[in-house]
């Protein structure tokens, strides 16, 4: 059993950042590529950004690419999100998961993580 709590949103002005965590606990946390995803109201969950489980890698959406960074530190089972130039269009739900498959490369996909956290809300004002 994987729990993940999120932490870190907020209510921000454009322009504005904020760094998200996902604390993780109950099985090896080095060993599994994760993700952070978000959803708006009424709308699906989309992919942010994923990292591999060594942190080598890392893949973003084309919509935040070069203003937010995944990051992990594995000796304290953390991820991170640092968000940079937000815009009103980055307000959602954001939620972080995990991929229970030893060492395979992380998706962009939904389906294919398999923990998730509670999510930890996000608002972006004009």
């Known amino acids: 059993q994987v729990l993940l709590v999120e932490s870190g949103g907020g209510l921000v002005q454009a322009g504005g950042s904020l760094r998200l965590s996902c604390a993780a606990s109950?099985?090896?946390?080095?060993?599994?590529?994760m993700g952070w995803f978000r959803q708006a109201p009424g709308k699906e969950r989309d992919f942010v950004a994923a990292?591999?489980?060594?942190?080598?890698?890392?893949y973003y959406a084309d919509s935040v690419k070069g203003r937010f960074t995944i990051s992990r530190d594995n000796a304290k089972n953390t991820l991170y999100l640092q968000m940079n130039s937000l815009e009103p269009e980055d307000s959602a739900l954001y939620y972080c998961?995990?991929?229970?498959?030893?060492?395979?490369?992380?998706?962009?996909?939904?389906?294919?993580?398999?923990?998730w956290g509670q999510g930890t809300q996000v608002t972006v004002s004009s």
């Open positions: 998961a995990l991929q229970y498959r030893q060492y395979r490369p992380p998706s962009t996909r939904v389906y294919e993580y398999d923990y």
């Open positions: 109950g099985r090896t946390f080095s060993s599994y590529a």
């Open positions: 990292i591999s489980w060594s942190g080598e890698r890392t």
